[in-house]
């Protein structure tokens, strides 16, 4: 891997949640874990050897995700590769010192690979989005894309997600061009990154108390609100049975059904920046 001048290093964002730290199983081979303010998933039965890690978490996590996922399989070795819903600074602060560590190979949609190979940076966050905290910080999170074009993949054009069996990748752009979700018909376990979270991500407190309802993507750094409203519809019609997103806690069963259901239909309330709504 190449020298990166867009790294993390002096990244340091004092938020945690009470959730900070802890994981748990969503059904056997799907897993999350809470780094500060966001998740990250494994895939892979408990003790397996056949793994993958969804999303890298905050900077300076690298060691702390190694150690996780040791506690889920018992042993210090790589996965098999690292996938992507999206690039943004929290879904991949700990990627380039992972790479360091891990020679596996890492994919995401076609459309977020100009922002982790250096091409292009993401817009600054929109402090005006919503009156809570993390909002008005939000110009001052790194927003810029990273290297990791010796590693990074375009996900199979046929829907498949490599390494994970029975799995399809969705393309639910919105939060960012490429953002994608991953679900599995035979359960209906939906991991849905950031298309749609379950914690108002907006309010420092509600997320460091990890006050659990369901809500859009963080509104800050949405760049394209039509496109996440058909997102969610789409992820909504596949009615899915357990939901495990970036932020907030999983949802399951009829809470999961009526709350997705009730963000579609009252999207322009519950989602949308009070600033771009029509009413």
Not at 94 to 119: K, M, R, S, T
Not at 157 to 184: A, C, L, Q
Not at 189 to 196: C, E, H, K, P, S
Request: charged fraction near 25%.
């Amino acid at each position: 891997m190449k020298p990166l001048d867009n790294d993390f290093s002096q990244t340091h964002l004092p938020f945690f949640s009470v959730k900070s730290g802890e994981g748990r199983e969503v059904c056997r081979d799907v897993y999350y874990w809470t780094n500060q303010i966001v998740n990250v998933c494994f895939y892979g039965g408990s003790g397996s050897r056949d793994w993958v890690l969804i999303d890298c978490g905050m900077p300076h996590s690298k060691e702390k995700i190694m150690e996780a996922a040791e506690a889920r399989f018992g042993h210090g070795g790589k996965p098999k590769a690292i996938l992507l819903t999206h690039g943004h600074f929290d879904h991949v602060g700990a990627l380039q010192p992972l790479l360091e560590e891990w020679d596996v190979p890492v994919y995401a949609h076609q459309f977020e690979i100009p922002y982790l190979n250096g091409e292009k940076d993401y817009p600054k966050g929109d402090p005006t989005a919503d009156g809570g905290l993390v909002s008005e910080l939000s110009p001052f999170y790194p927003h810029h894309g990273i290297d990791v074009s010796e590693s990074v993949r375009m996900l199979p054009e046929n829907g498949d997600v490599p390494f994970m069996p029975g799995w399809k990748w969705i393309h639910t752009p919105g939060h960012t061009p490429g953002h994608v979700s991953f679900y599995r018909e035979g359960d209906g376990v939906l991991i849905a990154g950031d298309a749609f979270v379950t914690v108002k991500q907006e309010s420092l407190y509600r997320v460091m108390v990890q006050k659990k309802e369901i809500s859009g993507p963080p509104r800050y750094f949405t760049s394209d609100w039509e496109a996440a409203e058909a997102s969610v519809g789409k992820l909504a019609a596949l009615h899915p049975k357990t939901a495990v997103t970036g932020h907030g806690e999983m949802l399951k069963g009829g809470e999961l059904e009526r709350s997705l259901q009730t963000l579609v239909d009252r999207f322009d309330d519950w989602a949308l920046p009070p600033n771009r709504r029509s009413h």
